[in-house]
T-cell receptor, first 116, second 115 residues
Framework: AQKITQTQPGMFVQEKEAVTLDCTYD???????LFWYKQPSSGEMIFLIY??????QNATEGRYSLNFQKARKSANLVISASQLGDSAMYFC?????????????FGTGTKLQVIP | DAGVIQSPRHEVTEMGQEVTLRCKPI?????LFWYRQTMMRGLELLIY????????DSGMPEDRFSAKMPNASFSTLKIQPSEPRDSAVYFC?????????????FGPGTRLLVL
């Protein structure tokens, strides 16, 4: 089974609208973390937001929020008020384990295009 | 604050040559990760270090690849001999291993082309 599944290879959104990028995960580890990264066409990987498995509230960072539904094992990224600069690849990732041992798995990514 | 620093940013070499990629993690971070990104395979974790000790190298493709972290501020990924299929973007990332945390911050990557 895939550890991280991103079912949307590509998405379009109108500028200033909100968009949700899907991510589901699979783990039996009680301690894990979920990340979202943005990769623009320039190639760098930009950290956006983090959610720990024990966090009680959904993480938010500016226009980014993570809709964490633990029972459903989903960690969708919500981008509010989309901007043209949001056009990029978005990767969901999961870190399993804690302390000195960690295993990190990335999803295949979703290409978001913001339309003016 | 300086982010993760990688060098070189671009490398073009011929098959059979040795390639060494370098990484300087963010000061104070105790974990370091090497990733490879290709169109075919996506982003793959090659190896990671915690407190300069290799913890998991199961992602290293074969013996041609080796990685070292002689101290907390420097790591290398070496490919010897290189092959065309090694062409990819290689990322280094660092993070702080803390309970409930562990965000990784990526360097700009090294674009490797093996002819």
């Amino acid at each position: 089974a895939q550890k991280i599944t991103q079912t949307q290879p590509g998405m379009f959104v109108q500028e200033k609208e909100a968009v949700t990028l899907d991510c589901t995960y699979d783990t039996s580890d009680p301690s894990y973390g979920l990340f979202w990264y943005k990769q623009p066409s320039s190639g760098e990987m930009i950290f956006l937001i983090y959610q720990g498995s024990y966090d009680q509230q959904n993480a938010t960072e500016g226009r980014y929020s993570l809709n964490f539904q633990k029972a459903r094992k989903s960690a969708n990224l919500v981008i509010s008020a989309s901007q043209l600069g949001d056009s990029a690849m978005y990767f969901c990732a999961m870190r399993e384990g804690s302390g000195g041992y960690q295993k990190v798995t990335f999803g295949t990514g979703t290409k978001l295009q913001v339309i003016p | 604050d300086a982010g993760v620093i990688q060098s070189p940013r671009h490398e073009v070499t011929e098959m059979g040559q040795e390639v060494t990629l370098r990484c300087k993690p963010i000061s104070g971070h105790n974990s370091l990760f090497w990733y490879r990104q290709t169109m075919m395979r996506g982003l793959e974790l090659l190896i990671y270090f915690n407190n300069n000790v290799p913890i998991d190298d199961s992602g290293m493709p074969e013996d041609r690849f080796s990685a070292k972290m002689p101290n907390a501020s420097f790591s290398t990924l070496k490919i010897q001999p290189s092959e065309p299929r090694d062409s990819a973007v290689y990322f280094c990332a660092s993070g702080q291993t803390v309970p409930g945390g562990g965000t990784q911050y990526f360097g700009p990557g090294t674009r490797l082309l093996v002819l």
